[in-house]
Structure formats: structure tokens, C-alpha cells
């Protein structure tokens, strides 16, 4: 808190007080002091337990205490202005009723807008995927053809009985290129936060990657560390890796490595990076990577939203994101996690 902060009390923790808790603990200098309800269920209390900010029954305890100068009402409940009015400690102002819907609805509105661009740039991505995705599946289906043609003639029922084997194999191949990629070009479904396992993710994005780089001449390697879990949303997760991985193998120019590595530090802290050989960042535009739109790709290639999304998922978690970058030797990204308790079960990967 600075001498400037404003030291902000939400009142009512259904959708509107979600929303300002999401927005407001993002800001600097704005302090939200505590959130209240009457209904113990309400999800912003939840939601507040997790960012540690005060959860109150009493909506004159949180006001007239700890020094709130800005109350935020949003339960549309209209008895409850003249409460405020009566109880709220001389010189704190309240923003009510059409004041505080506009916010929510401004904050409602740059979520949307920015959950279009976290889809705009996963699309946009899928449609240089489509030539490995014709490949990969071609490849297998090739395969089926050979081995029904020879079906067709085969009398040892030994043979047949391989090959029907073989062609079962060829074809859950298929199926799971499908399901990786439909899986990857969804929406986000609830944006319910589980514990996540980065190493799954990270081969998950691995394999997604491949569609959009050829990695022919890269070496992968794989440093994981035992129990890299976070608590997070599977599917940006996902696609902060798929977004890491391409930046980085679209680096390397010829040959290199790319190592993707998982870290849990002895006091919990889990980290991972994604590392290239390949061609670096320039100092000078260490500041520029994480803008929307900025790229040096050719038209077609890249759009400049890929970083721009990785550090709005990271934000969103109260990660870190770090860059160190020597032009021609190569570029390591790596994601710090918040720690968490892991009371949660594994997300379906
Ligand atoms: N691993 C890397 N090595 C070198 N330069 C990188 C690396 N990752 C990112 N960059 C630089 O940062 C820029 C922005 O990356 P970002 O992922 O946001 O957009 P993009 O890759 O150009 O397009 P897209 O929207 O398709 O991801 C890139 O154009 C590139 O100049
Ligand atoms: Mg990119």
C-alpha cells in the first residue's frame, strides 16, 4: 500500500463483485480491503479467501473499519445505499447503482474482448496447422490403404490377424490427432482453475506444435522435474506452451535444440522454460515481445498476439514471466507459478 492507494470495500460478492475483485487486485495503488455478502456462498467470497483479501458477513464492520475510502456496492439490493450512507465513516465516497454497473460492464467488455483475442490467435495459429495436420493424418491413412489392399488377398489368417492389429493402431493414431486438436481449438469451457501437470501439458503442446513447425532438425530434450503441478486452467495452459514452443522452434533457423524444462524449487516454487538455440531477441525489443501485434514474422506466418496472450494467462495466475535472450545463441522464457496448497485432484489430460 502507498500513501496514495485507495483502499477500496466491495459489497456483494456475486457476479459484479467478482468481476471488481478480478479487475481492481490487478491495479496498482488500489487496495481492496474486503468484500462482504450475506450469503456465504456468494463466489467472489471464495475467490477472495484465494487472493487473501478480507471476507465479511457484517457490511458495517468491513466500512466503518480499516480505513476504506471507496465503496463499491453491487448487490442492486436498494435498501442497502441508505445503509451504506448511515454506517460509512465520514469522507469515504461510494460509487452505487449505474456508477458501478458501468465498470462491471466495462470490465465485462475487455474480457470479452480479451478472451476473442486469446481465440483469434489460437484460429489463427490452426490455419498454419493445417498442412502437418494433413501430413500426420495422411500419413496412417496411407498405412490403412496398404494394409487393407493386402487383406484383401491375404489367406494366413495369422497375417490377417496382424495387420487388422496394425490398421487399429493406424487409425487410434488418427483419432488422436483429432482429439488433441479439437481439444486445443475449443473455447475455454467453465475457466474452472484445477491442478495442472506441466509436464503432461508441455508434451500435450509438444505434440500440438508439431503441426505448426517442422522439427525435423531439432532436438528435443526434456528436463522435468517430478510433481510440476500448478493450480491453473488446463486450456491456457496448453496454449501458452503451444505459443512457446512455435516461438521457439520458428527461431531456430536450421538446426538446434529446444529443451523444455520443469523446476520445483526445495520451498515449493514450480517454474518451467522453454529454451531454443536459435537466432535471440535484441535487447531493444525485450520491451516490445509482450505487445499485442508485434512481430517480425512475415505476413502470414505471425500475427503478434502469441506473447501478448502467454503474459495475460500468466498475469491472470499472479505468475511471472521472464526473458533472457543473446542474439544468435538463443532465448529462454520462464514462467514462475504462484505456490499453491495442492488440495485439488489432477485435471483429465
Ligand atoms: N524464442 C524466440 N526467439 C527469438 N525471437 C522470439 C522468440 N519468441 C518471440 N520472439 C520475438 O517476439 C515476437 C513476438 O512473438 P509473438 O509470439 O507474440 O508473435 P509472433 O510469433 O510473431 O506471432 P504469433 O501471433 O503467430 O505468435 C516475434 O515476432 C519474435 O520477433
Ligand atoms: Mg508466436
Not at 23 to 51: M, S
Request: proline share 5%; glycine share 8%; aromatic share 4%.
Amino acid at each position: 500500500m502507498t500513501a496514495n492507494s485507495t483502499r477500496i470495500a466491495i459489497i456483494g460478492a456475486g457476479k459484479g463483485g467478482t468481476a471488481l475483485l478480478e479487475l481492481l487486485h490487478q491495479i496498482p495503488d488500489v487496495d481492496i480491503v474486503g468484500i462482504a455478502d450475506k450469503d456465504p456462498t456468494a463466489p467472489g467470497l471464495q475467490r477472495a479467501r484465494d487472493l487473501n483479501i478480507r471476507v465479511e458477513r457484517e457490511v458495517h464492520d468491513l466500512i466503518r473499519n480499516h480505513g476504506v475510502n471507496l465503496i463499491m456496492d453491487v448487490t442492486g439490493d436498494p435498501s442497502m445505499s441508505p445503509f451504506i450512507q448511515a454506517m460509512k465513516r465520514p469522507g469515504s465516497e461510494v460509487l452505487s447503482g449505474a456508477t458501478t454497473r458501468l465498470l462491471w460492464k466495462l470490465v465485462q467488455h475487455q474480457s470479452k474482448l480479451e478472451a476473442e483475442l486469446f481465440q483469434a490467435d489460437k484460429l489463427a495459429g490452426l490455419g498454419s496447422f493445417a498442412a502437418g495436420i494433413a501430413h500426420d493424418i495422411n500419413n496412417p491413412l496411407q498405412l490403412i490403404l496398404g494394409l487393407a489392399e493386402n487383406l484383401a488377398d491375404e489367406q494366413d489368417l495369422a497375417v490377417v490377424h496382424e495387420q487388422a492389429c496394425d490398421i487399429t493402431e493406424a487409425v487410434k493414431r488418427t483419432s488422436a490427432i483429432c482429439r488433441d486438436l479439437t481439444r486445443y481449438a475449443r473455447r475455454n469451457g467453465t475457466g474452472e482453475e484445477v491442478m495442472v501437470n506441466l509436464n503432461t501439458k508441455l508434451d500435450e503442446a509438444l505434440r500440438i506444435a508439431r503441426y505448426a513447425v517442422t522439427l525435423q532438425d531439432v532436438t528435443v530434450v526434456k528436463r522435468y522435474a517430478e510433481d510440476a503441478t500448478v493450480r491453473g486452467n488446463p486450456d491456457e495452459l496448453l496454449h501458452v506452451f503451444v505459443n512457446l514452443i512455435t516461438n521457439a522452434v520458428q527461431a531456430i533457423q536450421t538446426r538446434g535444440t529446444l529443451t523444455l524444462q520443469t523446476h520445483v524449487a526445495p520451498d515449493g516454487q514450480v517454474s518451467a522454460s522453454v529454451s531454443d538455440t536459435g537466432c535471440g531477441i535484441p535487447k531493444e525489443a525485450f520491451s516490445k515481445i509482450f505487445e499485442p501485434l508485434y512481430t517480425t514474422k512475415p505476413p502470414g506466418k505471425g500475427t503478434g498476439l502469441g506473447l501478448y496472450n502467454v503474459m495475460s494467462v500468466i498475469s491472470k495466475m499472479e505468475g511471472h514471466i521472464c526473458v533472457e535472450s543473446d542474439v544468435g545463441v538463443g532465448t529462454t522464457f520462464r514462467i514462475e507459478f504462484p505456490q499453491v496448497q495442492p488440495t485439488t485432484s489432477c485435471a483429465p489430460q
